[in-house]
């Protein structure tokens, strides 16, 4: 009858549910199977790669002196840092020029300023603010994803490099600047997402850290990678040299290799020749 072949048809319908359900757990526990260990693989040769220097910073003595002070002369709260350190290994498995971003949280003073102890975007910001208030007001303005996690550290710290540049978001006001500095602390303390994914929650590497606290209304730019969306150092670093300096988000504030310090449009122009290889 009609009847009996509509409860047919609908009994068919739930069986093919079912089949269709099962056949997706099956894949996104495969799939689950192989972030594992593409992460565990990822980790391992990280770690590894990590502990070989082949040579010492270029940036030490003096001359890291020196470059602490001219930097310190330029930084302002939600400055995003770049480096490259040409005697790690893991410089030679980072595509591109940059293999390390971090994000400036600006002096005690300003971020007491911009109320990072006192309010924020979301509870587990304000209390991680709070949790690291020593450190923060200590000076350890680097909030940065390393491979034991994100933490903060000094920009005597960070300077352990070759190669290191300043941009700036060119919408930064003392109104939206906080909430980039909130989102950023969110991650405070996370581990390090070995996977590569921006859209991880709970883990997080360094260009994401970058990805993640700015609006994104920026128009950043991911490439595929086994099937996740990844974004490179070099990617962050083209959002202040990848196109017209008027469509760009970023600009230049500093630049410096090898001994020579540049600012201003110099800086632009050799942090343009860099990215391009030249």
């Given at each position: 009858?009609?009847?009996?072949?509509?409860?047919?048809?609908?009994a068919?319908?739930?069986?093919?549910?079912?089949?269709?359900?099962?056949?997706?757990?099956?894949?996104?526990?495969?799939?689950?199977?192989i972030?594992?260990l593409?992460?565990?693989?990822?980790k391992?040769?990280?770690?590894?790669?990590?502990?070989?220097h082949?040579?010492?910073?270029?940036?030490?003595?003096?001359l890291?002196t020196?470059?602490?002070?001219?930097?310190?002369?330029?930084?302002?709260?939600?400055?995003?840092l770049l480096?490259?350190?040409?005697?790690?290994?893991?410089?030679k498995?980072?595509?591109?020029?940059?293999?390390h971003?971090?994000?400036?949280l600006?002096?005690?003073?300003e971020?007491?300023?911009?109320?990072?102890?006192?309010?924020?975007?979301?509870?587990?910001?304000?209390?991680?603010?709070?949790?690291?208030?020593?450190k923060?007001?200590?000076g350890?303005?680097?909030?940065?994803a390393?491979r034991?996690?994100?933490?903060?550290?000094?920009?005597?710290?960070?300077?352990?490099?070759?190669?290191?540049a300043?941009?700036?978001w060119?919408e930064?006001?003392?109104?939206?600047?906080?909430?980039v500095?909130?989102r950023?602390?969110?991650h405070?303390g996370?581990?390090?997402?070995?996977?590569?994914?921006?859209?991880?929650?709970?883990?997080?590497?360094?260009?994401?850290?970058?990805?993640?606290a700015?609006?994104?209304t920026?128009?950043w730019?991911?490439?595929?990678?086994?099937?996740?969306?990844?974004?490179s150092?070099?990617?962050?670093a083209?959002?202040?040299g990848?196109g017209?300096?008027?469509e760009?988000?970023?600009?230049?504030?500093?630049?410096?290799?090898?001994?020579?310090?540049?600012?201003?449009?110099?800086?632009?122009?050799v942090?343009?020749?860099a990215?391009a290889?030249?």
């Amino acid at each position: 009858t009609a009847i009996e072949s509509v409860e047919s048809q609908s009994a068919l319908g739930r069986i093919g549910d079912d089949i269709a359900s099962r056949v997706t757990a099956a894949g996104l526990g495969f799939k689950m199977h192989i972030d594992k260990l593409v992460g565990s693989i990822s980790k391992l040769v990280g770690n590894t790669a990590g502990s070989i220097h082949t040579a010492k910073a270029t940036v030490r003595g003096e001359l890291r002196t020196k470059v602490y002070n001219e930097m310190m002369e330029l930084l302002q709260p939600g400055d995003v840092l770049l480096d490259k350190t040409r005697f790690a290994l893991t410089d030679k498995l980072i595509p591109g020029h940059f293999g390390h971003v971090a994000l400036w949280l600006g002096s005690g003073t300003e971020m007491e300023d911009l109320g990072l102890f006192n309010s924020g975007i979301n509870r587990q910001s304000w209390r991680r603010a709070n949790q690291y208030k020593y450190k923060l007001l200590e000076g350890a303005s680097v909030l940065e994803a390393l491979r034991p996690g994100v933490q903060v550290n000094t920009l005597e710290h960070f300077l352990n490099v070759d190669v290191v540049a300043i941009i700036r978001w060119k919408e930064a006001t003392k109104e939206n600047i906080g909430p980039v500095l909130f989102r950023g602390l969110y991650h405070l303390g996370q581990e390090y997402d070995f996977n590569f994914d921006v859209n991880s929650s709970n883990t997080i590497v360094c260009s994401e850290l970058v990805y993640q606290a700015f609006p994104q209304t920026i128009n950043w730019t991911t490439n595929e990678s086994l099937g996740r969306p990844t974004i490179s150092p070099d990617a962050v670093a083209q959002m202040a040299g990848n196109g017209s300096a008027d469509e760009l988000p970023f600009e230049v504030i500093y630049y410096h290799d090898s001994g020579q310090s540049y600012t201003c449009k110099e800086a632009t122009e050799v942090y343009l020749q860099a990215l391009a290889g030249e």
